[in-house]
């Protein structure tokens, strides 16, 4: 697997998902709305997200945000 798709829960437009942590809030590039993506994925994608984050840390890769159709939330936008 290269990729989790997700749909926005909102206005189900499609997101492909390479690298983020699993905590994050995504923002989709469609409809804007944003969304708690671990609220959203089946516990494949959980475990998938979770092995690629670790071996990003553990390897200082090219970081944990790479997305198609959305863009990551500061945490200090979230409310």
Request: glycine share 8%; net charge positive.
């Amino acid at each position: 697997m290269s990729a989790i798709r997700l749909s926005c829960p909102h206005c189900k437009a499609l997101i492909g998902i390479k690298r983020v942590d699993l905590g994050v809030t995504l923002r989709c590039g469609s409809c804007r709305q944003a969304f708690c993506l671990n609220k959203h994925l089946d516990s494949n994608s959980r475990k998938w997200l979770s092995q690629m984050a670790a071996r990003d840390y553990l390897t200082l890769g090219d970081g944990l945000y790479q997305l198609e159709g959305a863009t990551v939330v500061a945490s200090a936008e979230n409310e």
